[in-house]
Nanobody, 122 residues
């Protein structure tokens, strides 16, 4: 069982930056692939970014590529999402997710955090 807790959300202006964190409990954090998803009001939850257990392989949605950076610190059992050049369309609840390594990275996650809200004002 893995428990995930997000933090770091908030309100920024267009062009600003935020760094989200996802702290995981449980053992063998490095054996889990991790991902970030987001859900805007009235829309479905969508994939944002993901990375392998080692952090050596990363994946990004086209909409955030070049602006967001996903990373992890396995010693701290924490994953991060550095978000730069934020746009109003990035505003959403952001969720972190985990799954045992193996298989794809764009879906099929077993564990989810409660979400953290990001607001971007124009």
């Amino acid at each position: 069982q893995v428990q995930l807790v997000e933090s770091g959300g908030g309100s920024v202006q267009t062009g600003g930056s935020l760094r989200l964190a996802c702290a995981a409990s449980g053992r063998t954090f490095s054996s889990y692939a991790m991902g970030w998803f987001r859900q805007a009001p009235g829309k479905e939850r969508v994939f944002v970014a993901a990375l392998s257990g080692s952090g050596g392989t990363t994946f990004y949605a086209n909409s955030v590529k070049g602006r967001f950076t996903i990373s992890r610190d396995n010693a701290k059992s924490t994953m991060y999402l550095q978000m730069n050049s934020l746009k109003p369309e990035d505003a959403a609840f952001y969720y972190c997710a985990a799954k045992p390594s193996g298989g794809g990275y764009y879906g099929g996650y077993d564990y989810w955090g409660q979400g953290t809200q990001v607001t971007v004002s124009s």
